[in-house]
């Protein structure tokens, strides 16, 4: 251990080139691992503190009017860091800020070796939720007194860094010399730290019993489970009893449990279903305890019948949650024991014999595919799944990761030294095994359409946010290509003249030399290239051409173009076409190419090393091609009116961003064929599956059999007539006249307003980013004290679980949120009093989809807007309204701008497929006084 010292600033902003300063500094001088000096001042800035700094930080200008300025203190500021490693939590923000402070007094700037904590703990603890201090602080219990405090702030650094040094100690010789290959490239200067670990393994031996070091790369290895049960099986009615009686297991199993009577109800629908081998759809509303309610009676119908029982989700999130949360409750209430195994798609699990090759790449690497490199490396010291959603990888380690992942190594020889160490075929093997298999929705319709299986064989199925298997299943009965997808394939294939795949061919064998030398690869290469670039600008711009009825503005900020087949007869679409085909035929002469070095390659009378995965490499190669030439015949060379295709540009991108897609109008024939007729009984549940209470809607979308099916609806247990109240403003201008600035007005006013009232703790939810961007805007400019935190999604940065802990982690903040913030978002207790609902969620009658079905449905002879766009309206609406109230002691008002939920026919389908809840329909400042009262 050296001599390290940490330091932390509070400043008045970000930028001390544009007059922001120091207002006070916290260091720690660490000495062999033990705090030897602490430093602390608050310093005069001479300018005022902004209301906002001073909520962030408890500093205010009455604090600082008496403190010494810098000017009096950096001499001895700058002496602390002597001979030291320079330490922080973000090095390039405090110690740039420290010796611009430093420079501006006639000082010279610091220059010594630096550690940045940050990046320290991105390498060294790749599994952390996140790497603020104060979530890593939580992660590993460091005591953390005041929060944005200089001094606190460094003392928690401190014992962090401290923390990390010691994990380099536990660490094999193998990833230590790894490490040391890639630290000139990165930030933290930690060449002598990695060095004495280094000289300390040289006399060590360096495996520890956990870890096994295969080919220069040390692995967790994993502990084989062989329990053997005997557990004497009770009847489903007996374990019922044993699990929901009023002290029975589930009440010590759970940290504040709460009864919920419709959990059983759920559990024995369950159970009746799979009996009788029917279907069943059960809409369980929130508060029910649906996971706990679904996973006793697969447990129990695994168990008994010793057969595999499928559960799927829709996101990886959730499959993640029932890992982690529910099936370690599960398992503490089941008197027998279960193997569970959590199966995901290629896409998620890293490629051991990808990343070898790219660890001994002599390709020098940016600084994020290095901090990536670095990461994954400690990660597989602590792995035994391979799965990336386990870490966060920075932006393009996102991309690189894409070159190392199982998809992307094609076939593995089962011969081949790491078949037996794959993250994804231990998986497959795992869930062989398996008495429940937990996937998601995407591998689960992937497993439906794919010609052999990626799912063990099973006849019983449950699928959780069952509001969501149309989509999904449709997005994969469909396609998409675009530009930067396939310009990423021919830039990885490369050329003669570059360091990239092609060329490594080219010089390791001379067979492959003289055919790409004889075929001219370089210059059909080109041509494909620029082929490609020009089809997809002339895409662009034939989408920019056609009038502004016939393409919308979505929420990602793309214009959107349905292509209907039956209009397209012009010039221009003709021209497409030809540059379809131009296209396809430059891809297929690239596949030709390929294919005889590939026959050359196999016939050779010996394998050279690596052989066997050059042809892999070629075949997976070829396979990408033909899927894109494929893909194209369908979307411009094949006429099909099962399928809706259309065409998404980036209005502000590049002139060839674009986004071809295609999916079929109807998915409920391919549904009812390929999954409900094939298996015994599927399980359909979520929070949101009815309309007034019916489930036709859900029913006919899907495919499902009515004369064979269970339906069930299971009502909270939350007393939402005394928790909730719903108020609807009579005197908001009209959007349809045109007024749409002035509605924006109106309902930032009612924000702003209804903020005062509740504190904050608001979440307004938009059906549109481009009103959410106005509003966010507006509320700027009413709040000049900046006395609510406004969080957006889209604009303040981080993804949709960062920005919901953000929202909490202020005392007065509101949440602004759009599309994915409808669901899934869960702000329990007193963090969440009041939802704003801005319009009701229909879908624009232009969206691509939206446009086919409803044209299908006029063809049948029926009214789109009842069958299609109210149904879709008011689920989700109701996944909307399952936002406020998460437990049974929450309370709070929804504020629903949209007076059409009152005035229009449809209205009452609204309010009657929710909870019976008081409703006020009353002017804006009545509404608002209502609220201060109530709450």
Known sequence: MRKFVVIDLETSGHTPSKGDRIIEIGIVVIYEGKVIKEYSSLINPNISISTFITNLTGISDEDVTSAPTFAEVGEEVAALFDDAFIVAHNVPFDLGFLNYELEAIGLKPLHQKVIDTVELSRILLPQAPGFKLGQLSEYLTLHHDDPHRALSDANVTGKLLIHLLEKIHTLPYETIFQLQEMENRLMSDLHPVLEQRIDELAFQPSVRDDLEVYRGIALKKENKDNKVDESHLMS???????????NGSLVTAMNKYEDRPGQREMSETIFDSFQ???????????????????????????????????????????????????????????????????????????????????????????????????????????????????????????????????????????KSPWFNRSF?????????????????????????????????????????????????????????????????LLNQIGTLQDGDWIKKLNDNYSAVKNILEGNNWDKWWQETKNELDDFFRFLFSYVIDQHSTEIRLNDT??????????????????????????????????????????????????FKNGQHDDLEEIKTTIDRLQVIIDELEVLFLRSDKSLVKWIEIEAYG?????????????????????????????ILTSATLTMKQSFKFIRERLGLNENDLIEKKIESPFQYDTHVQLMVPNDFPDIKHGNQEDFIYATCEAIYSLAEVTNGRMLVLFTSYDMLKKSNNILKEIMVNDEFMIIAQGISSGSRSRLKKNFQAFDKAILLGTSSFWEGVDIPGSDLSCLMIVRLPFQPPNHPIYEAKSNQIKENGKNPFMELSLPNAVIRFKQGFGRLIRSSTDRGVVFICDERIIKARYGKYFTDSIPNIPITYNSTQKLIQKTAEWL
């Open 236 to 246: 489903f009615g007996e374990l019922l009893d044993d699990i929901y009686q009023p």
């Open 276 to 414: 009788s081998k029917k279907n069943a759809v059960i809409e369980a509303e929130t508060g029910t305890g649906k996971s706990i309610a679904y996973l006793i009676p697969a447990a129990y119908q695994a168990h008994k019948d010793k057969e595999r029982v499928v559960i799927s989700t829709h996101l990886t999130q959730l499959q993640t949650q029932l890992l982690e949360k529910e099936i370690p409750v599960l398992k503490s209430l089941l008197p027998f024991d279960l193997q569970i195994a959590l199966i995901k798609g290629k896409q998620h699990y890293l490629s051991l014999k990808r990343f070898e090759k790219e660890l001994l790449s002599t390709q020098q690497d940016n600084y994020d595919i290095t901090l990536t490199k670095a990461i994954i490396l400690i990660w597989l010291t602590e792995t035994i799944t391979g799965d990336i959603d386990e870490i966060q990888l920075p932006s393009s380690g996102q991309k690189f990761f894409r070159r190392v992942s199982t998809e992307s190594e094609g076939f593995i020889d089962p």
């Open 424 to 488: 994804y075929q231990k998986v497959r093997m795992k869930a062989q095994k398996a008495d429940l298999i937990i996937t998601n929705h995407s591998l689960l319709c992937t497993d439906i359409t794919s010609e052999y299986s990626l799912l063990p064989s099973y006849q019983k199925l449950i699928i959780d946010e069952a509001h969501h298997l149309e989509a999904t299943a449709a997005k994969h009965f469909g396609l998409k290509l675009d530009y930067v997808n396939i310009q990423y």
């Open 557 to 606: 900020g793309r214009y959107q173009y349905r292509v209907d087949e039956e209009k397209e007869h012009t010039k221009k679409w003709n021209t497409i076409k030809e540059m379809s085909t131009r296209l396809s035929f430059d891809l297929r002469d690239l596949i030709h190419i390929l294919s005889t070095i590939q026959r050359e390659l196999a016939e050779s009378t010996h």
């Open 654 to 682: 590049a002139k060839n961003a674009v986004y071809l897609f295609s999916e079929p109008v109807d998915i409920s024939t391919i549904l009812r064929e390929r999954l409900f007729d094939e298996k015994e009984s599927v």
